[in-house]
């Protein structure tokens, strides 16, 4: 996995950058231990053997230690992934969980995919994905939730590419968790509802891949769901693209840009269970 990490200011309503170049590399010079759960004062050491990203001093080790910063001073911290469609987001953060272990949890904007039948009184079916087809309040309140009710559990939904409907409580936030990683299409969006999940994030980055690598994901995606070859690439280009487009508007929104390539297929199994699968992308 390449990470190419040009750092961009602030736009947004956030104040404090994430740290320069060289302190995120330094954050990953131990690569023996990995905490279980993370001391509240302590900033987690780095991973274990092949998880470094070929090409660039970041590493996953670095990338957790960076976002576990995000949790000085605060109870909870959010750390947003935003980006377009096939970027890797998911990847990334099921990856940045995994390797945190019971300090971190995962909550997945998927989770707020409208159902079907919601899409269909919506006359939405033929977006499925794009921006109002997810419920943004539901998925504000449950950030605000997730910031405010730190001593009991927090049931997280997902949405499932096999029923291809959105299903509750797949995810938990437990009280442990002192950094929630959240990643989905439109976090950084300066539209409705969009702006008050932003700024319920301590910091949004801004995930991409190239237009092919996205493609091919993307294509990959839908074959695994039940369409053939023609139909994938028909709605890869009247849906996903359209999307994907949208979503670049706000890249300059975010913190920190990452540009993955070459992510590897079936990865391990984290510390914390969470496995890395390409339909995820």
């Not at 995000?70 to 992934?81: K, Y």
């Not at 390797?99 to 159902?115: K, Q, R």
């Not at 910031?147 to 995810?171: F, K, S």
């Amino acid at each position: 996995m390449e990470i190419d990490d040009p750092r961009t200011p602030t736009t947004g309503p956030h104040t404090t950058p994430t740290a320069s170049g060289p302190q995120a590399t330094s954050a990953a010079s131990d690569p023996q231990t990995t905490p279980a759960d993370p001391d509240p004062q302590a900033t987690p050491t780095g991973p274990g053997p092949g998880t470094e990203f070929a090409g660039s001093a970041l590493t996953l080790a670095g990338l957790a230690a960076d976002a576990w910063s995000l949790t000085e001073d605060t109870p909870r911290a959010v750390l947003g992934l935003a980006g377009p469609p096939g970027a890797g987001k998911s990847t990334l953060a099921r990856a940045l969980v995994a390797h945190l272990g019971e300090g971190a949890a995962y909550l997945p904007l998927d989770g707020f995919h409208l159902s079907n039948a919601q899409l269909e009184r919506l006359g939405l079916t033929a977006r499925k994905g794009s921006e109002p087809s997810f419920d943004v309040w539901g998925y504000v309140d449950l950030l605000r939730r997730v910031l405010d009710e730190t001593v009991r559990d927090i049931y997280v939904p997902d949405y499932d590419r096999t029923l291809h409907e959105p299903v509750a409580a797949r995810h938990l936030v437990p009280p442990a968790a002192r950094l929630v990683v959240t990643e989905g299409n439109y976090l950084a969006c300066d539209l409705p509802g969009w702006r008050d999940a932003y700024v319920l994030m301590g910091e949004c980055w801004y995930v991409e891949a190239p237009g092919g690598v996205r493609q091919e994901r993307l294509v990959e995606r839908q074959l695994a769901g039940g369409r053939d070859e023609a139909q994938a690439r028909d709605w890869v280009a009247t849906n996903d693209d359209p999307n994907g487009q949208l979503v670049e508007k706000s890249r300059d929104r975010c913190h920190r840009i990452l540009s993955t390539t070459g992510l590897p297929l079936g990865l391990p199994l984290g510390p914390s269970g969470i496995g890395m699968d390409p339909s995820r992308f």
